[in-house]
């Protein structure tokens, strides 16, 4: 099962708005603002779940509970950015693809090499 961008961006507003009215000035003593360290460290622990959802529940349980903790995790994401700013994604010129070659002789389908994500950017 897939979505488009408007199905997940529907999906995301929806959880805002489930999150603004649970966590609030009237619900909450932080009125519901975070600094982004708080929003990582509960964004953390919502992935913690997921991960326990995949590895401890059965299929197609198991994907359909750890998408909506998704969803949860990527709420926050955009709750921080509301509260704490929103930088934009500067690039010069279109964006690069980087592809990662397979070693003479690994079998197709194995496991690529890893790279160093932090070059990417």
């Not at 994604?89 to 002789?105: A, I, L, S, Y």
């Not at 090499?113 to 932090?118: S, Y």
């Amino acid at each position: 099962m897939s979505a488009t961008r408007k199905e997940v961006y529907a999906a995301l507003d929806g959880e805002r708005d489930y999150q603004e009215e649970k966590w609030n000035e009237n619900t909450t003593a932080s009125a519901g603002r975070h600094s982004v360290g708080e929003f990582v460290v509960f964004m953390d622990n919502y992935l913690h779940e997921a991960k326990a959802q995949l590895s401890r529940m059965a299929e197609p349980a198991a994907t359909e509970a750890a998408l909506n903790t998704i969803r949860k995790i990527t709420a926050m994401g955009v709750a921080c950015m509301e509260q704490n700013g929103a930088p934009q994604r500067e690039f010069d010129g279109p964006v690069k693809h980087v592809r990662t070659e397979r070693p003479k002789g690994t079998a197709k389908g194995a496991t690529p090499p890893r790279r160093n994500l932090r070059s990417v950017g």
